[in-house]
């Protein structure tokens, strides 16, 4: 078995490249995942472990320690390390230095660090407080000195990159925006239940509001004399951040530049979060908002903006956050597909947050109290949101609490709110099932059903939401 893992192993030029065989071992067994590694978005993680055990680096990316990992690695085993050969190696935690976080989040992955607080705490504030603000690390969080920050300007029009550092953005013009950002991922939970999905187990909270402020991109480009009409050819706008994985690769993603250079679409550096220097985990010192952009694109920990005729090389923008046709699964997917597109804006959604599914409720005057969020992409305002006891029967309309920015400007969430009448005959004792639906200013309204939404990835599960509550 030594022999097997040293054919390449041994030689580091080759390790890392797939013209090869590709050979890991973990526990006592041995794996050739070569074609592991090109078929699994991610499994090219593997390759920094190639020719060794890969435990050391599992440690790295807990999250693919997950039983589906297991199983799928069963298929490419090709046999058994000796008993002499086996070692499980120690590594530093480059996790070591992660900021403290708030007790109440529930964790659905330590290492890296992704939480989101309850549904029911969560609608308790139009504004989200930065310490239940949801969180989604992919990487270790970078630990990075305000004096020493610079953030690199470079692309098409720029034949040098320019360095800016912190208090040149504080010297530019500053903005607020209240902004709720989204993971692609939220809601994941719902969609499961249909069929099973490949990603982080995100109940509803993976959304949060803020108020952002920091100078817009647009001013910052248009103060360093970078004119769009010049450049007709720039289409994408990379943002890079500062937080590395272990194989050296920073976290990336991009946006359009239509949404970049109009100072309507409200695209800023935030310096500021609700007021308060940006928290570690929100990406201090400087952080991209996009607003109505879905949260992978707002890039943390910015270093680097870069001006390009493609959108951003990273795995994250080609080979993750796209949706698929749900009868597109794992052996069929083709993520360079013309018709499997990034995504920007996010569709319409909303939620019931309280009572929390399972609970019991009081009856008041016939009535039950309800209370959720709501939310659209691409500035799109809640005009409504409708909720039904009755299966769809009666629909009530429930009041909403929103920030007073125009119809098509709109960045924030609304929290809607409800006494909402029982259907006839309802008593103490009963089940009830309560769904919600969310109407935004396109007219455009959440999908009924998951089943026709469903996607390989779990992204953007935005069907009606119900939940079951017991009537005292
Ligand atoms: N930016 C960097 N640099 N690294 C990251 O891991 N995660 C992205 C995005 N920006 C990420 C990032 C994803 S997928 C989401 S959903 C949001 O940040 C989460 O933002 P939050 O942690 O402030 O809620
Ligand atoms: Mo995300």
Partial sequence: AKDVMLRDGSDLENKESLASRVWISYKEGVYDVTDFVSQHPGGEKLLIGAGGPIEPFWALYAVHKKPYVYDLLAEYRIGNLSKADIVVEDSDDPYGNEPSRHPVFN???????????????????????NELFYVRNHHPVPDIEPDEYELQIEGIGFEEPVSLTLSDLQQLEQHTVTAAIQCAGNR???????????????????????????????????????????????????????DYGPDGTSYGASILIEKAMDPRQDVILALKMNGEELPRDHGYPVRLVAPGVVGARNVKWVGSITLSE??????????????????????NVDFDDKYAVSIQNQP???????????????????????????????GAKIIRVDVTLDDGTTWHTAELQQDDSPLNRCWSWSIWEGDIPLPEGAKAG???????CAIDSNYNRQPEKVKNIWNLRGCLSNSWHSISVNLK
Avoid at 310 to 331: I, L
Wanted: net charge negative; charged share 20%.
């Fill in 107 to 129: 964790i659905n992955n330590l290492k890296p660090f992704n939480a989101e607080p309850p549904l029911n705490v969560l609608a308790d504030n139009f504004i989200t407080p």
């Fill in 188 to 242: 994941r939970a719902d969609m499961l239940q249909h069929k099973p999905v490949r990603g982080m187990n995100w109940g509803g909270a993976a959304i949060s509001n803020a108020t952002w402020s920091g100078p817009k991109l647009c001013d910052l480009l248009k103060h360093l004399g970078w004119d769009e009409e010049k450049f007709p050819s720039v289409k994408h706008v990379w943002a890079d951040g500062l």
């Fill in 310 to 331: 493609e959108e951003s090389h990273s795995h994250w923008q080609r080979r993750d956050y796209k949706g698929f046709n749900p009868s597109v699964d794992w052996h």
């Fill in 348 to 378: 319409v959604t909303s939620m019931v947050c309280d009572p929390l599914d399972g609970a019991s409720v009081q009856i008041v005057d016939n009535k039950i109290h309800l209370k959720g969020y709501a939310f659209s992409g691409a």
């Fill in 430 to 436: 009963d089940e009830v099932k309560v769904t919600c």
